[in-house]
């Protein structure tokens, strides 16, 4: 059974009073909406009102303003205004289902800019007591390809309904009628890419901290009305949904689903976990790489700190440094004996068993056969105090067993430097792309016009050169070593 | 049991080796008193009868100057690691090695071995150098090649890369620079290693190369590229 819990979700207005600490702040909310930028900083609100800010994408703390209390809001820049929906109530499968949905404006999201200042807000929809359908929890879709504004809101008590909205004003279009387009799910959200309309919703159970089932679900359809399929042909209306997000690494309960398109292959998704495990069973901010398959939306991992092979997508030779190959002396014996003497396994390479041979100062990096040898096995750690962009910190990529690391050369090329200083030249971004592929660009050339990342410029040569999403040499497969 | 069932697996393996190759191709049999002609120089290269040439369609350049091979021999390429490769590759075999433009028909003296330099246009995108050392009979195998020609830009060009595919390991110098390494045992492949960011001179700019192999069928590929991955215009291709 779910519930909103008004209550619980006021005491989150307490949170800005709390300094924070930590690099990546307090990103502690409940049902974030989606993302908006505004002069170069990140916004996201919540229910009870307020939300969080960041001003990199990485470490967000408390400071957004957004009046009205309620639930689950959503906002979207329109033209150069931010429209932002909420619902006023925080509905309840045990009492009473009277709900509106209200939108208001702002011309920005910053609180301490002299034209921070919100619009009368409207109601837009609404629900009684006694009817199929319960008014809360707000997601709005500006049409691409018609400029049309629509509405989702509803929660499991009854239907997930869609309005349209005047994009000029934010009210309800006159004469416009509510359609039915899902069932058994809350916290939805609509968007639209190559010809698909999607409902995203959360299905599952809110609000029950380390027990919380909530997980996050999509269906489609070629038309903003429905019918919204799932991939085996359910519709949404009778509870279908094919999963985008669910519990995992330490975190369960993915719900409000919000997508934020960077640039053609990099986009993101956010939600809240009910339960961070690591942060006390707290509900928190959650951004996470969002894929496309096949035309379904997927969730991509966080990306984990270990030991990797770096392959490049051209070739599938993998990054390593330009050192001798130093060959494994082996007893070698004849395939085909059988004298049932056991088979005993190989010791891999060590690194102490090269290092030796390696030069001391700058090593250059190049590609080649992948054979799990020291010199292409790479650390990728997070630098906790060198900060971060949407979705992730930056990560030093060391040589395994030692501070050898990749760095980006001031005429944008890539060599190894001998001891990790923590300079930006060392720093690395990392993008999992729509495709799953990775992008990696160092923070370097974080500000140039165009996006420079780490590519092949031949089978066997990285370099750093213009990102391009069309093109494998852009693309990189990171692989755990076991 | 073993035993038998292993000089049986040998017996039987001798006799199938004897039947394949009594039906190889190009093998002389009682009937037969000459052995086929093999790919001749001709198949593959033409002499330089005109004053320029230009890279092909695809940007490779097919005109060099290649002197038959030193004698280096090795029984296996496992051995070119970089380590090894920088001292085959600064070593001077002949006297102004590193600095030599050749002319058709010039000698050097290297140890027992005196060698031409035959300047010549690749039929193919790849200067095949097995094919070049078989033709002229030389040795095939545990060689070392040099190769040298002249790249004329009309301007001055920022941010091109050498790209270079070889058999086995090589290495190369523009204009007296060291501009790129491929080491390990390795097969000729369109564009496998890019030097760093290069500058072509206007005018003329001296290409140089080294490649050396053990078994295996010495062989390169050669064009510059630009930053999109095209092959540079404006290029002709000289001997001096």
């Known amino acids: 059974m779910k519930t909103k819990n008004i209550l619980s979700a006021l005491a989150l207005l307490f949170v800005p009073m709390i300094e924070s600490q930590a690099q990546v702040g307090k990103p502690f909310i409940h049902d974030p909406s989606t993302l908006a930028e505004c002069d170069g900083k990140y916004y996201t609100f919540g229910t009870g009102g307020g939300g969080l800010i960041s001003e990199d994408g990485w470490t967000w703390n408390s400071g957004a303003v957004r009046p009205g209390g309620g639930a689950a809001p959503d906002v979207l820049k329109i033209g150069k205004r931010y429209l932002v929906a909420y619902s006023a109530t925080g509905g309840g499968l045990g009492g009473g289902h009277r709900g509106r949905v209200l939108t208001m404006w702002n011309n920005t999201l910053d609180p301490n800019s002299p034209d921070f200042k919100y619009t009368e807000p409207i109601e837009v929809a609404a629900s009684l007591d006694d009817e199929d359908c319960d008014a809360i929890d707000a997601g709005l879709l500006l049409d691409p390809t018609d400029g049309r504004l ?3 809101y509803g929660t499991y008590f009854g239907f997930i309904r869609l309005v349209e909205l005047d994009p000029k004003t934010g009210k309800r279009v006159e004469g416009n009628e509510a359609i039915n387009i899902a069932i058994d799910c809350e916290a939805t959200d609509l968007i639209y890419r190559n010809g698909w309309y999607y409902l995203l ?61 960077l640039e053609d292959g990099v986009e993101k998704m956010s939600c809240h976990y009910e339960a961070d495990f690591d942060q006390g069973g707290r509900s ?42 130093v060959r494994m002396q082996q007893e070698r014996r004849r395939f085909w004996d059988d004298n049932g003497e056991p088979l005993p396994p190989i010791k891999e390479q060590t690194l102490q068993d090269v290092i030796g041979t390696w030069p001391t100062g700058d090593i250059n990096v190049r590609m080649s056969d992948y054979m799990f040898r020291p ?63 990775y992008r990696i660009m160092p923070k370097k050339f974080a500000n140039s016009k165009k996006p420079l990342a780490l590519v092949s410029a031949g089978d066997c040569t990285p370099t750093i050169a213009k990102f391009d999403m069309k093109s494998d040499n852009s693309k990189w497969n990171l692989k755990a070593h076991k | 049991m073993n035993k038998f069932r292993q000089l049986t697996t040998f017996f039987v393996g001798i006799t199938a080796l004897f039947a394949l190759s009594s039906f190889a191709p190009g093998t002389a049999t009682d009937e037969e008193s000459e052995p086929v002609q093999g790919p001749k120089f001709e198949d593959y290269f033409n002499s330089v009868t005109t004053p320029s040439a230009a890279p092909d369609n695809e940007g490779f350049i097919r005109r060099w100057t290649v002197l038959e091979p030193i004698s280096k021999p090795n029984r296996s390429n496992t051995v070119f690691t970089d380590s090894y490769l920088r001292d085959a590759f600064t070593t001077e075999y002949f006297p102004k090695q590193f600095s030599v433009i050749p002319r058709d028909g010039m000698k050097v003296k290297v140890a027992d071995q005196t060698l031409s330099w035959h300047a010549i246009d690749s039929k193919l995108f790849n200067v095949k150098l097995f094919r070049f050392a078989s033709g002229l009979k030389k040795n095939v195998y545990g060689v070392l090649f040099w190769a040298v020609t002249v790249v004329n830009s009309d301007r001055d060009i920022d941010d091109v890369r050498l790209s270079v595919g070889s058999n086995s390991a090589s290495m190369w110098w523009l204009n007296g620079e060291e501009a790129l390494l491929l080491s390990g045992d390795r097969r000729m492949v369109k564009d496998d290693c890019m030097s760093r960011r290069l500058k072509l001179k206007k005018g003329k700019n001296i290409l140089r190369g080294a490649v050396i192999n053990g078994p295996g069928m010495s062989d390169f590929c050669v064009r510059f590229i630009d930053e999109s991955g095209n092959p540079v215009t404006g290029l002709t291709i000289t001997n001096k």
């Not at chain 1, 799932?230 to 949404?236: A, E, I, L, P, S």
């Not at chain 1, 392959?311 to 993998?318: A, D, I, K, M």
Request: charge should be negative; include cysteine; charged fraction near 20%.
């Open chain 1, 375 to 437: 010199h292409q096995l790479w650390n990728i750690t997070a630098v906790p105090e060198a900060g971060g962009y949407l979705g992730g910190p930056y990560y030093k990529i060391v040589i395994a067993g030692t501070n050898r690391a990749l760095a980006a050369t001031d005429d944008a090329e890539v060599v190894s430097v001998p001891e990790f200083t923590g300079a930006d030249e060392q720093l690395w971004r990392i993008d999992q792309l729509t495709d799953g592929k």
């Open chain 1, 284 to 325: 928190v901010l959650a951004i996470l790489p969002l894929l496309w398959e096949n035309d379904w939306p997927v969730a991509g991992e966080p990306l984990q700190e270990g030991t990797y092979e770096i392959e490049s997508v051209r070739r599938g030779y993998s990054l390593e440094l330009a050192v001798d190959f």
């Open chain 1, 201 to 261: 919703g959360t299905h599952g159970t809110c609000c029950d901290g380390v027990n919380s089932t909530y997980n996050i679900v999509v269906g489609r359809s070629r038309k903003v009305t429905g019918p919204y399929l799932d991939n085996v042909g359910r519709d949404m209306l009778q509870g279908g949904g094919k999963m985008v997000a669910g519990a995992g690494y330490r975190k369960v309960g993915a719900g409000h689903f919000g997508r934020t398109v």
């Open chain 1, 150 to 152: 629509w509405l989702t």
